[in-house]
């Protein structure tokens, strides 16, 4: 498992860059193994055409503490492990793609007036008020103003989290925040997007994860 999980974490890592998400070092994912309680982690600075599946660091997820003689670990990860021990999730992503941390900018949910933003999250993707970095000031920030539907959520003036049950769920949800914030501030250039009723949100949400595919 482990040997998977870390070939999981590295390509969620470096698919960062080529999908446009992020920048020089700005962003970062994690995976965890249920069965050891050992997460994978980006090491802290290290270029993501340098990462492999071997210089992952390897933290323990109760203790925090990563394994000894290891690469420092992205400086994130405390928000990694408070995510994962609150929501039970697997996987975290950090971002600071471009259109979703405009509105992370400005302190504004990216609103529900896209079918695909329905499909994949159900509800507006909220954004918190700005928090500072110290301890886990941040993983509070998260449970407190996250939809407990929605797997991301914007952070107030600084950038994007998402998470899910695995590094492909994970990256999906945060390739996806940004595909539908440049729409809608596409959109508001045109004028004011309209926002699609809750009980129509939940058709295309059940039909998404329910029925979609194979």
């Excluded at 270029?47 to 933290?59: F, H, M, Q, S, W």
């Excluded at 999730?89 to 302190?107: E, L």
């Excluded at 695909?116 to 301890?135: L, M, Q, R, S």
Aim: aromatic share 8%; hydrophobic share 40%.
């Amino acid at each position: 498992m482990s040997g998977i999980l870390r070939a999981e974490v590295c390509h969620a890592n470096q698919m960062l860059p080529k999908a446009g998400l992020v920048t020089m070092h700005s962003g970062n994912a994690s995976g965890l193994d249920p069965e050891t309680g050992i997460l994978y982690i980006k090491p802290s600075g290290m270029d993501y055409d340098k990462l492999t599946p071997e210089n992952l660091v390897a933290v323990d997820l109760q203790t925090g503490l990563p394994s000894p003689g290891q690469l420092n670990p992205s400086v994130d990860l405390p928000h990694h492990l408070y995510l994962m021990r609150h929501l039970g999730v697997r996987s975290v992503i950090h971002t600071h793609s471009n259109y979703a941390t405009a509105f992370a900018a400005v302190g504004r949910s990216i609103p529900l007036v896209l079918t695909a933003i329905a499909d994949e999250f159900g509800v507006e993707i909220p954004c918190t008020p700005y928090v500072d970095n110290e301890g886990e000031h941040i993983g509070e920030a998260i449970l407190q103003f996250r939809n407990e539907r929605c797997p991301a959520i914007l952070l107030g003036n600084h950038g994007v989290f998402a998470w899910g049950d695995s590094p492909k769920a994970a990256l999906k949800a945060a390739v996806m925040v940004e595909d539908v914030a440049k729409t809608v501030w596409l959109a508001m250039q045109i004028g004011a997007p309209k926002t699609i009723p809750p009980e129509e949100a939940e058709k295309w949400y059940d039909r998404y994860h329910n029925r979609y595919g194979q």
